[in-house]
């Protein structure tokens, strides 16, 4: 049998869901919070460690979830913060082994504009909740809520299938975690074939990018791609978004996703899922991933809107999104 008629469904794990509710957070203390970006950039993220020993998550977030943060305080209309969720950024069994530190990915939302988005008022909005998180200390506590979400999560048998991983954004949250968990953590590493394609405004904005480059440089099987979209290549040519960059090397990534064990995670901001499939829909490697619905289907991939393919499409089991 050759390859791509080899079964690839996979199997995944039943995660701990909600142990922790919004009505009794956890108490959590910050064991680090430091700056993850490649460079000098015009955003802010952490990683965010937090001590969870003694509480009922301790060892029981698996990576592909998230968990909630409480800040403190209340909102405009005298109520208390709703939660706000953060994906774990470290391998299930957490930062140093022992499932005491969880970890994530925190980016300050820092904009302009007034409550309303028609409003054009120009003053500053800082979110609550990341901004809350940043400016936390080590030796602070923090509430915290989940596990959440069941939707992503690494296969039972993770050396069964290969990977191509999608991130733009904190969406590299989840990355971060699985590529450790798949390459560092396990006493024997897989040896499947694993590519990470990040996206990112400039180069200063890579997430982690040390770590994928050090990842890179010692495991063969694993593959650092970066698209930037916000900065002209060297040859003087336009910045890539993410399908952009998929779609100029499709010679390289067909044989991955043709094959039956490949499964394909995006992760990030809301939207971004919609130029891969388009990508790979026009070239014929979409049916293993998603399945259009008929209004979709009747519509030729050169011509689909990126608005139509968003509620467009039913996954398959081998395609796992998270987008927010
Ligand atoms: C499953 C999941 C996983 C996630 N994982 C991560 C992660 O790993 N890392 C991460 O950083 N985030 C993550 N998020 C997003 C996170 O939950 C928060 O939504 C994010 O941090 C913003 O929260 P906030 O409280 O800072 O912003 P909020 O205060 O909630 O504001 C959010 C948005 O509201 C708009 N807004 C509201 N009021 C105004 C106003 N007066 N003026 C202008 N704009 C306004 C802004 O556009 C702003 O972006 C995830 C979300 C989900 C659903």
Same mark, same amino acid.
């Given at each position: 049998?050759?390859?791509?008629?080899?079964?690839?469904?996979?199997?995944?794990?039943?995660?701990?869901?909600?142990?922790?509710?919004?009505?009794?957070?956890?108490?959590?203390?910050?064991?680090?919070?430091?700056?993850?970006?490649?460079?000098?950039?015009?955003?802010?993220?952490?990683?965010?460690?937090?001590?969870?020993?003694?509480?009922?998550?301790?060892?029981? !977030?698996?990576?592909?979830?998230?968990?909630?943060?409480?800040?403190?305080?209340?909102?405009?209309?005298?109520?208390?913060?709703?939660?706000?969720?953060?994906?774990?950024? !470290?391998?299930?069994?957490?930062?140093?082994?022992?499932?005491?530190?969880?970890?994530?990915?925190?980016?300050?939302?820092?904009?302009?504009?007034?409550?309303?988005?028609?409003?054009?008022?120009?003053?500053?909005?800082?979110?609550? !909740?990341?901004?809350?998180?940043?400016?936390?200390?080590?030796?602070?506590?923090?509430?915290?809520?989940?596990?959440?979400?069941?939707?992503?999560?690494?296969?039972?048998?993770?050396?069964?299938?290969?990977?191509?991983?999608?991130?733009?954004?904190?969406?590299?949250?989840?990355?971060?975690?699985?590529?450790?968990?798949?390459?560092?953590?396990?006493?024997?590493?897989?040896?499947?074939?694993?590519?990470?394609?990040?996206?990112?405004?400039?180069?200063?904005?890579?997430?982690?990018?040390?770590?994928?480059?050090?990842?890179?440089?010692?495991?063969?099987?694993?593959?650092?791609?970066?698209?930037?979209?916000?900065?002209?290549?060297?040859?003087?040519?336009?910045?890539?978004?993410?399908?952009?960059?998929?779609?100029?090397?499709?010679?390289?990534? #067909?044989?991955?996703?043709?094959?039956?064990?490949?499964?394909?995670?995006?992760?990030?901001?809301?939207?971004?899922?919609?130029?891969?499939?388009?990508?790979?829909?026009?070239?014929?490697?979409?049916? #293993?991933?998603?399945?259009?619905?008929?209004?979709?289907?009747?519509?030729?991939?050169?011509?689909?809107?990126?608005?139509?393919?968003?509620?467009?499409?039913?996954?398959?089991?081998? !395609?796992?999104?998270?987008?927010?």
């Amino acid at each position: 049998m050759s390859d791509s008629q080899a079964t690839g469904a996979p199997r995944f794990p039943e995660p701990d869901l909600n142990l922790v509710h919004v009505k009794s957070p956890v108490t959590g203390t910050i064991v680090s919070n430091d700056t993850c970006l490649r460079g000098k950039s015009a955003s802010f993220v952490r990683h965010t460690v937090i001590d969870v020993g003694g509480t009922p998550l301790e060892g029981r !977030c698996r990576i592909g979830q998230a968990f909630g943060v409480i800040a403190p305080g209340a909102d405009g209309r005298g109520k208390p913060h709703k939660v706000r969720l953060y994906s774990l950024a !470290c391998a299930s069994d957490g930062e140093n082994g022992n499932g005491r530190l969880i970890a994530t990915t925190t980016k300050r939302v820092i904009a302009e504009g007034g409550p309303d988005a028609r409003d054009d008022a120009h003053r500053l909005f800082l979110g609550v !909740c990341s901004n809350y998180l940043c400016d936390l200390q080590p030796g602070d506590e923090v509430k915290i809520t989940g596990p959440n979400g069941k939707r992503m999560l690494l296969p039972i048998d993770p050396s069964a299938h290969d990977y191509l991983f999608v991130a733009t954004g904190t969406g590299i949250a989840p990355f971060r975690g699985m590529l450790l968990e798949l390459l560092e953590n396990s006493n024997t590493p897989v040896t499947s074939d694993i590519h990470l394609l990040m996206g990112a405004p400039y180069t200063t904005d890579l997430i982690y990018d040390d770590l994928f480059v050090r990842l890179a440089a010692t495991h063969p099987n694993f593959h650092y791609h970066t698209a930037i979209s916000r900065e002209a290549r060297d040859d003087g040519r336009r910045g890539l978004y993410v399908h952009d960059y998929l779609a100029e090397r499709i010679e390289q990534f #067909a044989p991955l996703l043709r094959r039956a064990r490949t499964l394909v995670y995006a992760c990030g901001l809301a939207g971004m899922q919609c130029g891969l499939f388009k990508v790979l829909a026009q070239h014929e490697l979409g049916a #293993a991933y998603f399945e259009p619905k008929p209004a979709l289907a009747s519509i030729a991939p050169n011509d689909w809107e990126l608005s139509a393919i968003r509620r467009g499409v039913r996954l398959t089991d081998r !395609c796992l999104i998270e987008v927010y």
